[in-house]
Structures are given as C-alpha cells and as structure tokens.
C-alpha cells in the first residue's frame, strides 16, 4: 500500500497510517520541519526555514527534495502547504497538516 497526499482532496488521507517504518521516519522528518517551522525559537526555525523553502537544489539523502520525492509528494504544494498554515507554536503534531 502506498500512502500518497493529495493536497487538494479531504483530509481524510492525513489519517491513514505509513505502511513502513522508513516511511514513517520521512513523516517524522518532515513533521519536525514544520513544527520548527512554526517554533517560537530562531534557533529551531531558522534552520528549518532553510531546509524547507531556500535549499530547492538539494536533492541529496534526507533533503526536503528527497524525502519529498519518496514520500511521492509535490515540493511546490507542500511548500505553499506550510507557508499557508496557521500553527501555534504549542502544536505538537504537525502531521495532521497533511
């Protein structure tokens, strides 16, 4: 079973559980991302920042680029994604975003 988001359907797919523990990993990555994203702490969202939305070249091992391709998600609509959001920064699970 292949978990793929679709950014325009119901959240329903936000639910569904990861069918693998690499894949639950890359989640676990890309959560983190976002939950610095929306941190009150330059020292976590700076970095996230970066990683998130300035590195677009970087396709290496665990990049966004990367874990976004194995994840079989758009960059450019998980970008738009977070940069919509309205995350408090007391949010602890940021994979209900998806």
């Known amino acids: 079973m292949s978990l793929a988001y679709d950014f325009t359907a119901q959240r329903e797919s936000a639910t569904a559980k990861p069918n693998n523990p690499e894949h639950e990993l890359l989640v676990a990555i890309l959560d983190r991302a976002v939950l610095d994203f929306y941190s009150n702490r330059d020292v976590l969202k700076g970095p996230a920042e970066e990683w998130l939305f300035e590195a677009e070249d970087d396709d290496g091992m665990f990049s966004f680029e990367w874990i976004c391709q194995h994840l ?7 970008r738009k994604r977070v940069s919509d959001l309205k995350l408090s920064s007391n949010f602890a699970q940021s994979h209900r975003w998806l």
């Not at 079989?72 to 998980?78: H, M, P, S």
């Open 72 to 78: 079989n998600l758009n960059t450019g609509a998980v």
